[in-house]
C-alpha cells in the first residue's frame, strides 16, 4: 500500500515513486566514541554506501546554519549575469567556477543541467584563482562552514578506523592530514530550472564520487540511488533539515580494500524544477596528494592520476563512459546494487 505523506513529491501529483531507506547516524554519538554507533556507520558504510548524519546536536557547532546562510550567499551570486560568472572559470575542477553543461547529463546524449561555484581547502586565500567579492567578503562565514564541515568528515573517518580495528598510518583519517596539500573542495551546485537551462541539460549522470566521503547539504528532491529491486530502476534519496546526506567515494572504497561501497548516484531534474532551481552543496574530502590505491582497474594509482581521469570520464560521451569501470567503479550489476535494504513505495 502507498504511504501517504505530507510533504511535495519529485514527481507529477498522482504518479508514485520510490524512496531509499537509509541509516541515520547519530554525529553526538560518533564524538562521544559510542562503540554500537560507530558500528552502525560501519554497517551502513558496508551495506548502503549512503547515509544521513544527524547534525542537530551540540556536537555540530551550528554546522546546518552556517550552510544555510552560505547558500543565501551564493543563490545571490548564482543570479549575476553569465559574464559576471565566467570570469572566475579557471578550467579547474577544485576552485571556481563551472558553467552549465561540460559533464554529460542523465539522460542519454544530453549535457549536464547544473552550474557549480567551487571553493578548494585553502582556496580562500588564492590569490591566482581569485573567489567572488560575494564569497571573499564573507571568508570568516565560509571559513567556519569548511572547517566545521571538515570536523565532521574526519570523525567519520576516525570512527570508520575504529569500527574496522584500523591502526596507525592505515587509519583512514591519517590519509587526511590538514597540513599537506589535498583536492578537497566545497562545491555550491545550481540545477538550473526549466526555463534557465536548454532541455538537453540534464541533471547529473550516474557515476560514483572520487572523494573518500562526500558530505552533501540538500534540501529538495533530485537525487538518486540504484533501485534494489529492478535493473535500470531509481530511488529518491528524501532530504531532511538538519541532516547532512553522506557517502563514500572511491577513494575509501579503493583505502578499504572494497570493503566500504562507493554507491552510483545520480541527479533528475524534478517537477519543482518546473520553477524553482535546486540547489545543493557538497564537501569532496580527497586523501592528501600522494596517496596510493588500487582502483577498480586493478592498478595501483595515486589519488591526483584517479582524480584527473575520472573527471575526463564524467566529462566523456555516455558512449565513451561506457568502455571501461571508471565512471561506476565496476559496481553497476544487479548484484552489485541491491543492497540498500528497503524502500518505501509514495504516491502523493
Ligand atoms: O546534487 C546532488 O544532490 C548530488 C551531486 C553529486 O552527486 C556530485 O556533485 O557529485
Ligand atoms: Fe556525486
Redesign the pocket.
Known amino acids: 500500500m502507498p504511504v501517504r505523506v505530507t510533504y511535495n513529491s519529485p514527481v507529477p501529483e498522482g504518479k508514485p515513486f520510490t524512496v531509499a531507506q537509509l541509516r541515520t547516524i547519530n554525529f553526538g554519538k560518533l564524538v562521544e566514541r559510542d562503540p554500537q554507533e560507530a558500528a552502525k556507520l560501519l554497517e551502513a558504510g558496508e551495506k548502503d554506501g549512503f547515509f544521513y548524519l544527524d547534525l542537530t546536536t551540540p556536537a555540530s557547532k551550528g554546522l546546518w546554519k552556517d550552510y544555510t546562510a552560505c547558500l543565501e550567499v551564493l543563490k545571490k551570486w548564482f543570479d549575476t549575469p553569465l559574464e559576471e560568472k565566467t570570469q572566475y572559470a579557471y578550467g579547474s575542477d577544485v576552485q571556481g567556477y563551472k558553467p552549465i553543461g561540460t559533464q554529460t547529463g542523465a539522460t542519454e546524449k544530453s549535457k549536464d543541467g ?1 552550474e557549480t561555484l567551487r571553493i578548494a581547502q585553502t582556496g580562500l586565500a588564492w590569490q591566482n584563482q581569485p573567489l567572488p567579492a560575494a564569497v571573499l567578503d564573507q571568508s570568516t562565514l565560509f571559513n567556519d562552514f569548511i572547517d566545521k564541515t571538515r570536523y565532521h568528515v574526519i570523525q567519520l573517518l576516525s570512527s570508520f578506523s575504529d569500527a574496522m580495528g584500523l591502526e596507525g598510518d592505515d587509519r583512514f583519517e591519517r590519509k587526511h592530514p590538514d597540513n599537506r596539500p589535498s583536492h578537497t573542495s566545497m ?1 555550491f ?1 545550481r ?1 538550473n530550472k526549466l526555463g534557465a537551462r536548454d532541455v538537453s541539460n540534464v541533471g ?1 549522470n550516474k ?1 560514483t ?1 572520487i572523494s573518500s566521503i ?1 558530505f ?1 547539504f ?1 534540501q529538495q528532491w ?2 538518486q540511488v540504484p533501485s534494489t529491486t529492478s535493473e535500470n530502476s531509481w530511488d529518491y534519496v528524501r532530504t531532511q533539515p538538519g541532516f547532512a546526506i553522506c557517502n563514500v567515494g572511491d577513494s575509501l572504497r579503493f583505502l578499504s580494500g572494497f570493503r566500504l561501497r562507493s554507491v552510483l ?1 545520480r ?1 533528475v531534474p524534478t517537477v519543482e524544477m518546473e520553477q524553482t532551481h535546486r540547489y ?1 552543496v ?1 564537501y ?1 574530502t580527497r586523501p592528501v596528494d600522494g596517496t596510493t590505491f588500487k582502483d577498480s582497474e586493478g592498478r595501483i594509482i595515486s589519488i591526483q592520476d584517479w582524480f584527473e581521469k575520472k573527471f575526463d570520464i564524467y566529462r566523456a560521451s555516455h558512449e565513451e563512459q561506457r568502455k571501461n569501470t571508471m565512471l561506476t567503479g565496476g559496481i553497476e550489476d544487479a548484484k552489485a546494487r541491491a543492497r540498500i535494504h528497503l524502500r518505501e513505495e509514495i504516491q502523493i
Open positions: 547544473f562545491t551546485h540545477y547529473h557515476h564520487d562526500a552533501l540538500a533530485g537525487l548516484h541527479v545543493s557538497a569532496f
